[in-house]
């Protein structure tokens, strides 16, 4: 481990939580307040239960679900164990923003030849994309926090999924994100429903008048909260997602909603989450899906890799909350016992280490010059 780091910061002793982290207070064992508040996943269901599910309802088509698939290694497992383990017909989604790196599509494409799956590929427009990120870039330099880079292609990839199991009959959609990757303060139950409330202007707009009568130091940021919402490059911005979202076939009221995630109805199929019946823990064996589906990641990268933006999301974290977004994550999974303590922190140092060129790269090469990344500013929710 990076020696240096290692004394000019301390952290939790449970988590990689530093004691930079905004918010952050320590027992007397040096365990931080996030860890102690931490309430565990849920049991896991097993997969005896999750093939009663997936066949529990008839099929109007000849599909048992859809599965969206990024070409990373957890949707690759999903689609393998449903079709391997469970026997199961799925059809596949997938969706590439324009960002999404090369070798994931070729794994989607790939997993689906060799298990005989139909794949559906969307793909945005990469202009269109660019220029969402352009404006969205430039909003967080005037706002000075990281302003909806992320997020848009989980919408899409819901959207999608939905549209796809109306389409082909199909009874359920075998969801793959894990809960555990959502946040420092979500809880798994809040994810699962994410689209409800939390995307309600009316509700952000509260719970920002809330956070400011709790802080008023903060009340100086009110006019860049107002841009976030009415600036130019905030309206630009809207006008890009609209027409992003009405050209991929959004219902109406969540196109003009540019940051709203489609919620988990069960109106057309039913959502099933795979995480509640498989351990995440079992898609640690990358050999297999290396060997049976000839899986491929970059050299010395075997997760988050297949989104070419989410080097900013570190980023940002890790100059507003002194932590990268994946190293939050990785508490989670830490406090779940799925990854070790020591490992998580090398990973996080590695990061701290490569993520701003990484981001300056991508800076470049959708032409934004003379952009910056210095002006994040370390903040407190929301
Ligand atoms: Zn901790």
Partial sequence: MNEALKDTKSYCKKCILPESYPGI???????????????????????????????????????????????????????YYIVKKLGLKPLAVTYDSGFQHEISIENARNACRILNVPLIEVKSSVNIRSKMLKESLLVSKKVGYFWHQCGNCEAILRNMSINTAKTYGAPFIVWGSSALESGDDQTYDSYKNLGGAQDNILFKIKRKILFLLKNPEKISTIPRIIYSYVGYHSIKYYFYSIYQRLALGFPYRFAFRPHAIIPFENKTARFVHFFDYVDWNSIKNIELLKNELNWKHPVGQDARWDCKIHCLGNYAYLKMYTISGDGINACNFIRENKVNRESAMEKEIDLSKSVEHKCEELIRGIGLKNYTLGFFKKILRP
Avoid at 26 to 35: D, P
């Fill in 25 to 79: 207070s320590f027992n007397e064992e040096g365990i931080c307040n996030y860890c102690l508040k931490y309430k565990p996943h849920h049991e896991i269901l097993g997969g005896d239960k999750l093939l009663e599910v997936l066949t529990s309802q008839p099929k109007t088509g000849q599909y048992h679900c859809v599965v969206p698939v990024s070409g990373g290694k957890d949707s690759a497992y999903i689609l």
